[in-house]
DNA sequence: TCTGGGGTCCTAGGACCC
DNA sequence: TCTGGGGTCCTAGGACCC
C-alpha cells in the first residue's frame, strides 16, 4: 500500500511572523489581508479568543485589542522565502515531493526506512530546528486521506503532530470524528446538501453510494468518494504544471475615481501578470482587464465591466501587454465612479518555444528584440529587488496603491531589514 | 473609513455549422 | 406553413481549494 505524507505548516504565516519574534509566543497573532481588510491568519491562542478565519478587521478590532492580540499585514515576501526553507528540507530527506501550495506538500512515505510513523516524526523535528516553523503530519493510502489524518493530527495533542491513518487500529472511528464539510474537495455548499441527506461525517460520506454522488457533485465529487474509500484518483505530480491563466488584481486603499489611476494601476498589474508568465516560460494571447466599483456600498452606484482583448502574436512582451490593457481600460471606464478593484487576466498560454505564428507575422522580431531585453529586466529586478526597473505607465506614487500599515520588515530578503542581534 | 487574491475544474446553454 | 439532430466551440456561472 501506498503511504502518501501530507506536511502541513501550521498556521503558516502567523508562524513567520513569529519565527523572528521569540518574544510572540504565547501571544495571540493574526495576519490581516492586502490592504488590512480581514484576517487571514491565526495562531492558535487567536483560535482560541474565537476570531474566525476571514473576520473583517474593523468589525473585529475592540476584541483584538483588548486581548493583546498581535496585529500584522501580510509580508508574502517573508511567507515565500520560509516557504522555500521548509520544502528545501522536505527534498533533502524524502525521496518523492510534491509542493501543493505556499504551505503544505505531499511527501511519499512508502518503504521508508524505519516505518512512516518514525520517519515523519524525525522530518517533523528537523524542519522546526532548521526553520522554526511547526508543521504536522498526516499519512494515508490516498491524499485525500492523507488530509484527514493531518487534520487529526493537529487537533489530537496525544498524536503530537503526526498521525498515520495507515496504521490505526480503527480508521473508521477518525473519519466518523471528521465533519463531513472537512473532507477535502466538500465545500459549505455541498456540505449543507449532504447534511439534509443526513450525511454528518466522513465516514456516513464513504458509504454513499457512486450513482448517488456522481449525479449530485459531478465528477469530482466522485473523485473525493472514491479517495475516501482508499482508491487514489490523485497522482503525485513531479513539478507544479504550469497555469493555464494568470491573473493580477487587487483592491485599492481607497475608492478611485480619476481615469489616469487606473491606468496606472491597470499597467502595474499588467507588469506583475507578465513577469509571471515570463516565469514559467509560457506567451500568451489574451488578455482580459475588469474594473469594480464596491459591491458592499449598496447605496452608491455600482458598476462592473470587462473586455477580452484578443493579441495578433502570443507574448510575453510586457509593453505590448501593457498598451493592450491600458486600450482596453480605456474603452470599459466610466467616469463618476468610486472604483474599488481592477486588474487582468492573461489566458491562451502556450510555451514559449513551439508557440504558434500566424500567417500574417512578420518575422518575429519579438525574438529577436523583446526577448532578450525581457530577460535584462527580469534579471535585474531578481537581482535587486521587485521594480528596480519598471514601466513609466505604472507611475510612482499613484494613491491606488494598497495600506500596509502594519507589516513586518522583510527579515530574510532585504539586506536594510535583517534581523539585529544585540 | 475599513469585508483578500489567485487559481482549477465542471456543467449548462447559446451560437454556429452541416 | 413546415422547420431534425448531431457535433463543436465558447462563455458564464457554480463549486472548490489555499
Keep these: 500500500m501506498k503511504k502518501i505524507g501530507l506536511?502541513?505548516?501550521?498556521?503558516?504565516?502567523?508562524?513567520?511572523e513569529r519565527a523572528f519574534r521569540p518574544e510572540l509566543r504565547n501571544r495571540p497573532v493574526v495576519v490581516?489581508?492586502?490592504?488590512?481588510?480581514?484576517?487571514?491568519a491565526r495562531s492558535a491562542e487567536a483560535k482560541t479568543i474565537g476570531i474566525p478565519m476571514g473576520a473583517p478587521y474593523f468589525k473585529w478590532r475592540t476584541v483584538i485589542d483588548k486581548n493583546r492580540v498581535a496585529v500584522f499585514s501580510s509580508n508574502y515576501a517573508l511567507y515565500g522565502d520560509l516557504s522555500n526553507r521548509?520544502?528545501?528540507?522536505?527534498f533533502r530527506f524524502c525521496p518523492s515531493v510534491e509542493i501543493y501550495s505556499i504551505d503544505e506538500a505531499f511527501v511519499d512515505l512508502s518503504g521508508v526506512p524505519g516505518g512512516a510513523d518514525a520517519f515523519a516524526r524525525r522530518l517533523k523535528a528537523t524542519v522546526e530546528s532548521w526553520t522554526g516553523i511547526p508543521v504536522s503530519i498526516?499519512?494515508?493510502s490516498t491524499k485525500t486521506l492523507a488530509k484527514i489524518a493531518n487534520r487529526f493530527a493537529k487537533k489530537h495533542a496525544r498524536s503530537k503532530g503526526v498521525f498515520d491513518l495507515t496504521s490505526s487500529p480503527d480508521p473508521d472511528l477518525v473519519l466518523r470524528w471528521t465533519p463531513v464539510c472537512d473532507v477535502w474537495g466538500i465545500g459549505s455548499r455541498h456540505a449543507k446538501k449532504l447534511r439534509r441527506e443526513g450525511v454528518e461525517n466522513a465516514l456516513d460520506f464513504r458509504l454513499l453510494k457512486r450513482n448517488w454522488v456522481k449525479k449530485k457533485m459531478t465528477v469530482t465529487g466522485l473523485q473525493t468518494l472514491l479517495e475516501v474509500r482508499g482508491l487514489p484518483c490523485y497522482d503525485f505530480a513531479a513539478g507544479p504544471p504550469p497555469k493555464k491563466t494568470i491573473v493580477?488584481?487587487?483592491?485599492?486603499?481607497?475608492?478611485v475615481f480619476k481615469q489616469s489611476d487606473l491606468l496606472e494601476a491597470t499597467a502595474q498589474y499588467t507588469t506583475r501578470a507578465a513577469e509571471k508568465l515570463r516565469k514559467q516560460g509560457s506567451v500568451t494571447s489574451n488578455i482580459l482587464a475588469f474594473l469594480q466599483t464596491n459591491r458592499f456600498?449598496?447605496?452608491?452606484?455600482?458598476y462592473s465591466n470587462s473586455i477580452s482583448i484578443p493579441l495578433p502574436v502570443s507574448t510575453a512582451h510586457t509593453p505590448t501587454l501593457i498598451k493592450a490593457a491600458v486600450s482596453g481600460m480605456e474603452r470599459i471606464f466610466r467616469d463618476g465612479y468610486g472604483y474599488k478593484k481592477c486588474g487582468v487576466m492573461l489566458s491562451s498560454l502556450e510555451p514559449a518555444n513551439g508557440r504558434w505564428l500566424s500567417l500574417l507575422d512578420l518575422p518575429p522580431d519579438d525574438h529577436a528584440q523583446h526577448t532578450p531585453l525581457m530577460n535584462a529586466v527580469d534579471a535585474c529586478n531578481n537581482r535587486w529587488g521587485r521594480d528596480t526597473i519598471k514601466f513609466a505607465a505604472s507611475g510612482i506614487n499613484g494613491t491606488w496603491r494598497m495600506r500596509r500599515e502594519?507589516?513586518?520588515?522583510?527579515?530574510?530578503?532585504?539586506?536594510?531589514?535583517?534581523?539585529?542581534?544585540?
Design 7 to 16: 506536511v502541513d505548516c501550521n498556521n503558516f504565516y502567523a508562524s513567520c
Design 32 to 40: 490581516l489581508s492586502n490592504n488590512d481588510g480581514c484576517v487571514i
Design 86 to 90: 521548509v520544502m528545501k528540507v522536505l
Design 138 to 140: 498526516g499519512i494515508g
Design 248 to 255: 493580477s488584481s487587487r483592491s485599492f486603499g481607497h475608492p
Design 297 to 302: 456600498k449598496l447605496g452608491e452606484p455600482q
Design 406 to 422: 502594519m507589516c513586518s520588515p522583510r527579515y530574510t530578503t532585504v539586506w536594510e531589514e535583517l534581523l539585529e542581534v544585540k
